[in-house]
């Protein structure tokens, strides 16, 4: 296992993302091919899991679109990623919000977390 682990980590690309959870809504700026035409297209949602570590560690994004619900599954090791914003954090008290595909309208929103400044 050991050497596994090493392959994994001399072949990751090093990308440096902003810290998000399940619940924050995020930006995520995908660069899309079309034949011999590159482009950035933005897919902007909700996290709804990350699920598994270092290389292997992906995440989904879950955004409505014309009253549809798309998801979407990011690597985070992808090259074709070239920036996260994080818009929004969410206040949410599990890991996986698979409950939110069966919310339409104003259930499905997520409540913003409230900030306290330290001084």
Do not use: C, H, W
């Amino acid at each position: 296992m050991d050497a596994i682990r090493f392959v994994n980590e001399e072949m990751l690309k090093e990308n440096v993302f902003p810290d998000f959870r399940p619940g924050d809504n995020v930006s995520v700026s995908v660069e899309i091919v079309e034949g011999e035409k590159r482009r950035t297209q933005l897919f902007r949602g909700d996290v709804i899991q990350i699920k598994g570590a270092g290389r292997n560690k992906t995440f989904t994004v879950r955004k409505i679109s014309n009253g549809i619900g798309v998801e979407r599954i990011f690597p985070m090791s992808s090259p074709n990623i070239s920036d996260i914003k994080v818009l929004k954090k969410g206040k949410v008290r599990r890991a996986k919000l698979y409950y939110l595909r069966d919310l339409v309208g104003k259930k499905a929103r997520i409540k913003e977390k409230a900030y306290t400044k330290k001084s």
